[in-house]
């Protein structure tokens, strides 16, 4: 871009749009696939066809003739690519040659095509049969002194008959390490709702934003993160329906969206205005803002009106009387103070709560990446138990999910915690003992790598090692690995930062079909609402070398495990075969899987809780205090800003599509903190300044990062946000929820400082 052209220039139209439409031819230029990614573009989403990979947002049961987004075609045009990472590629540039690259110069080289294994003695990945690599796995794998000294990684792409049977080998093998991308995103609502409402899950499907008279978005960035959901939002504030926006970033799609499929809007340069009641929260002040609705509600009720329902109370739950008192205990000034919200704004809020007959309340990373993220999840929970809001059409929790089968991973059995039920019947149907100790989570296995107890790291899909915490220490921890593997369609940074034997395994993508002896074979993801449906990749693959993710393990778990009587060699042929599996392992669930697939829209697995059945240890719905109001462990430093690590609207998690985030007016530039105009003049800075950030820790451990531009933004005060991955150096390994495991990236105590390359 030339240099002339404004980096920072705000973005004053409303998102989607015609600013969409313009994103969507762009990038399928950009990567060479106008036609072959257009044609593709008609079966994603379509029956027959293939599922989004960009989020785990259901799809409208085909009731539009094109359900896709801007950035569901960003990630299609980027799996499509014409470009090739090929034998050619590693010869001519080195490992450490390709370390010196960003994160976007990789991700453009395009599609890996065919197994590499990294060669020290020259540097370079070289090629390696796929046989060679299998044995290679099998041999360390078999090498260990334990099962436990191996680590296996999973990210929330890989689907459902892939994710089943790698939890099955490598519980086979003999360990219960499963680190998942999970455990650094949606883990707080897995452990958090299990003891609340008996499931780790959401509650609410996709009918039920038509039946909502209230719906609270908190902490989620629904237009870049899942955008599909604009459709419900906009429909639902058509029928006028208030919608209470909980961020301190004034999200553009959630202020203002033109629909792209609304053909007079776009005629028209029309928009819908989404958020009736936009909540500017201070970071980790929704614990406060939470406490202050619920604070309103028992104000009333002691003031002699009925706004609880006692009847559900009664019959359904335990606990509500210990929470009214803690939070009948927290005065308003306090309130005020942690949330920076006005009191008559938060009884606004508790109004329209009050007067809702049926409230959804959706919720994404900024509320799950605090110290506290678990049990901010169950204090959502709490509050929609006062009115009764489970278990009826347009009411429920709905944490708005990441991957788009992050969620049906961890049903089929990626869990470093499983259950002494589900272990039995793996006993029962797969005939071996499973491991019963717990496994590592990711914050664990990178714990478990510094200490130098990992001989070998494997991961089925994702970028481990970009997407944690502490990047300088995790990137020394994976250099301790014996073995590392990388299982994926894109040359990504968990390649080049590596074991010291490495190997990088070349996968069919979702949009790709999958062609075996016993014909096409299909794939099957659950989304954020628990519907099962099937995917139809119908691309060619980008290579004739690449194997489906079913194949690789299956063909790991034959390396690995010669002797083991499950038929391996079945499944990577038959995948209705795995599915029956998964049906015998999950009855309750899953039983005939393989008929009530062959259904287009596919299934929805039963959500106890949206029947009122709490299989929760007390049979109830199970209120849980967490006392104050802090989200995360005070800092004294009067100098702290509390920093959100975000994502831009062109990029998928570590995948950065480009250096602009239109939406928020910021061009070719990635390195910047957005920060409100008074905590710039307070630190003597204005728009524009270079500076540096550091953590506040004590550690002894210095963390800082140069090089990056302060912006004068709307935030909230003392809040300050930046890019994830860029600013993960900032974000220590041991600053995670211990409930979950999950690292507290939105909250990480900072100051700044003088940038020494000023
Ligand atoms: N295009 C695209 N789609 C994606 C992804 C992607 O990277 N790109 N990633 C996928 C994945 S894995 C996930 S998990 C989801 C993530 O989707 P989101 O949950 O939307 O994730 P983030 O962009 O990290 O930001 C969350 C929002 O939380 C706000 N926030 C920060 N701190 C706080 C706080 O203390 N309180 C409140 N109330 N809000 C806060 C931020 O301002 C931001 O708007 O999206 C999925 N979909
Ligand atoms: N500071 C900070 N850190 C964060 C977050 C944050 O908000 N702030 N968010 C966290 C969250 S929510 C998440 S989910 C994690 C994400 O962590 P990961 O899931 O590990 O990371 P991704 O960037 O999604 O992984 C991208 C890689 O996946 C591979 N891939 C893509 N499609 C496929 C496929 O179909 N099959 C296979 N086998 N591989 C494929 C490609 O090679 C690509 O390079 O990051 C977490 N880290
Ligand atoms: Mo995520």
Not at 339 to 356: D, F, H, K, T, V
Not at 381 to 401: D, E, H, T, Y
Request: proline share 6%.
């Amino acid at each position: 871009m030339a240099d002339d052209i404004p980096r920072y220039r705000p973005y004053h139209h409303p998102a989607g749009g015609w600013g969409a439409a313009a994103a969507t031819a762009k990038v399928l230029m950009e990567q060479s696939v106008v036609t072959k990614g257009s044609r593709a573009l008609l079966s994603m989403n379509q029956p027959g066809g293939f599922k989004c990979s960009s989020c785990a947002f259901p799809d409208a049961d085909c009731k539009k003739t094109l359900e896709f987004c801007e950035n569901g075609v960003k990630a299609l045009a980027h799996e499509a690519t014409k470009f090739r990472v090929t034998r050619d590629f590693f010869a001519e540039h080195s490992v450490s040659a390709l370390m010196e690259q960003s994160d976007y110069w990789l991700e453009m080289q395009g599609r890996l095509t065919e197994p590499m294994r990294y060669d020290a003695a020259s540097d370079h990945y070289v090629p390696i049969s796929w046989d060679d690599a299998f044995r290679t796995i099998g041999d360390h794998l078999r090498a260990l002194d334990h099962p436990d000294q191996a680590e296996f990684y999973t990210s929330g792409r890989t689907p459902n008959e892939a994710a089943f049977l790698y939890s099955i080998f490598v519980r086979q093998f003999g360990t219960n390490n499963f680190p998942d991308c999970s455990n650094m995103c949606h883990e707080p609502t897995s452990r958090g709702l299990q003891p609340v409402i008996g499931v780790g899950k959401g509650t609410v499907v996709l009918e039920d934003f038509e039946h909502a008279e209230a719906i609270f978005i908190i902490g989620q960035n629904t237009g870049t993160n899942s955008p599909r959901m604009m459709t419900n939002l906009v429909e639902a504030r058509k029928r006028g329906v208030p919608i209470v926006a909980v961020n301190p970033m004034p999200e553009r799609a959630l202020m203002k969206f033109t629909e792209p499929q609304d053909v007079v809007q776009m005629a028209t340069f029309g928009s819908t205005e989404i958020t009736s009641e936009f909540v500017h929260i201070r970071i980790g002040g929704d614990l406060a803002f939470l406490k202050g609705i619920m604070k309103v509600i028992f104000e009333r009720e002691a003031a002699g009106e009925t706004v609880i329902d006692h009847a559900f109370i009664a019959e359904h739950t335990v606990g509500m009387e210990a929470v009214r008192a803690e939070v009948e205990d927290q005065n308003w000034a306090d309130i005020v103070e942690a949330s920076g919200l006005e009191e008559a704004q938060i009884r606004r809020c508790a109004e329209i709560y009050i007067r809702s007959r049926a409230t959804m309340i959706c919720y994404g990373m900024g509320i799950t990446q605090h110290q506290q993220g678990s049990r901010l999840v169950q204090q959502i929970a709490n509050l929609l138990f006062l009115k009764g809001n489970f278990g009826r059409p347009g009411a429920g929790i709905s944490p708005i999910r990441g991957h788009s089968n992050v969620q049906g991973d961890r049903t089929v059995g990626i869990d470093e915690k499983p259950t002494p039920a589900y272990l039995d019947r793996v006993r029962e149907v797969f005939g071996f003992e499973p491991p019963r100790a717990f496994g590592h989570h990711a914050v664990e296995t990178v714990e478990a790598m510094r200490r130098g107890e990992v001989k070998v790291f494997i991961g089925l899909g994702g970028n481990f090692i970009r997407a944690m915490s502490d990047t300088p220490r995790a990137y020394d921890a994976m250099r301790t690995v014996g073995l590392s593997v990388g299982i994926a369609t894109k040359l990504n940074r968990s390649h080049l930062v590596h074991g010291r034997e490495a190997l990088i395994l070349p996968v069919v993508a979702r949009s790709e079909w999958i062609r075996t002896s016993a014909g096409e074979q299909f794939v099957t993801i659950e989304d954020s609402m628990s519907n099962v449906t099937a995917s139809r990749g119908v691309l060619e693959p980008a290579g004739p070398d690449l194997l489906p993710e079913v194949e690789i393990v299956c063909r790991m778990a034959r390396a690995t495990l010669p002797d083991s009587h499950i038929p391996w060699e079945s499944y990577v042929e038959d995948y209705g075969l795995i599915r029956d599996k998964i049906g015998e392992v999950y009855p309750a669930i899953y039983a005939d899987f393989r008929n009530r697939i062959t259904v287009d829209k596919g299934f929805h697995l039963d959500v106890p809780p949206r029947r009122r059945v709490w299989n929760t240890p007390n049979g109830k719905a199970n209120f849980l205090v967490l006392p104050g109001l802090a989200a995360n462990d005070p800092v004294a430093d009067p100098a702290m800003l509390r920093l959100a690590t975000v994502r831009s609207h062109d990029q998928f998690n570590t995948t950065i599509y480009s250096y602009n985030d239109r939406y928020r007016g910021v061009y070719n530039d990635r390195m910047v903190v957005f920060m409100n105009a008074q905590d710039l003049a307070d630190r003597g800075l204005e728009s524009g300044s270079a500076i540096a950030l550091e953590t506040i820790s004590s550690d002894g451990v210095e963390r800082r990062v140069e090089g990056l531009t302060a912006l004068d933004y709307p935030m909230s005060r003392g809040s300050i946000a930046g890019y994830y991955p860029e600013l993960n150096p900032l974000l220590p390994l041991d600053y995670y929820d211990r409930i979950s495991g999950t690292p507290a990236a939105k909250s990480i105590p900072v100051r700044v400082v003088a940038s020494s390359g000023a």
